[in-house]
């Protein structure tokens, strides 16, 4: 194993998650979906915390990992708008936020196409939009994203490295291809500022709107 990839296995493994966790993340095998790694569970859940959020878009919600992260994170009145096409993962987010202590209302789980839910939301008001689904579609999450996000709101877009295809250039594949005009977007928008890509997981991308 080389060094980095050592440096990544510990940085992975130095928090350990709980029983809720772990039993979620084998619900999301189950289900086919893939939950975020730890160091950017642990990374979002620090990044609410220091927001002071209490309100929140999730696009993604997969077995409900991150959004329990995001909750762990918010104040204690913060609610996660969160938004997937299937059913079943909603469920499955469901039990995972009961089991972890938070109330049904602290999040509001939205079933339908992203694209089609996010015109639905509040221009500017929310502390943290947070990007985690279909990667051909992430230019068009950070439109709504920057519409959605109130001034000193926290921009998080997951996969940013998407398997470490993301910096190689001979990768131009759809998802790839996608992800990294995401990242390029984001380093040139003048309205967002304190950009900075994290190698945790599989890659963080944050930055603060002005």
């Known amino acids: 194993m080389s060094i980095e990839a ?5 940085a992975e493994d130095f928090v350990e998650e ?22 950017v569970a642990r ?28 909750l762990r994170g918010m104040a204690p009145t ?7 096409v299937e059913p079943e993962h909603h469920k499955a987010a469901r039990r995972t936020v009961a089991a972890a202590g938070f109330a049904p209302e602290r999040a509001r789980m939205i079933t339908g196409r992203a694209l089609d839910v996010l015109p639905r939301l509040t221009d500017g008001g929310y ?8 990667k051909s579609e992430y230019p068009a999450y950070l439109e709504h994203a920057m519409r959605l996000l109130r001034p000193g709101g926290l921009l998080l ?9 993301v910096p190689d250039p001979a990768q131009r594949d759809k998802d790839t291809t996608a992800v990294r005009e995401t990242l390029k977007a984001v380093r040139e928008d003048e309205r967002l500022t304190a950009v900075s890509l994290l190698a945790a997981g599989d890659g963080l991308l944050t930055a603060i709107k002005d």
């Open 78 to 84: 913060g609610v996660v708008t969160t938004i997937d």
């Open 127 to 134: 502390d943290i939009v947070l990007i985690d689904a279909r």
């Open 6 to 10: 050592a440096n990544w296995a510990y």
């Open 18 to 39: 709980d029983r809720v966790i772990l039993e979620a993340r084998d619900v999301a095998d189950q289900l086919g979906c893939v939950p975020v790694l730890p160091g």
């Open 43 to 70: 990374a979002i859940e620090v990044l609410a915390r220091t927001a002071r959020a209490t309100s929140a878009v999730e696009i993604g919600t997969g077995a409900g990992i991150s959004l329990t992260y995001l």
């Open 157 to 165: 877009i997951d996969n940013a490295l998407w398997h470490g295809r």
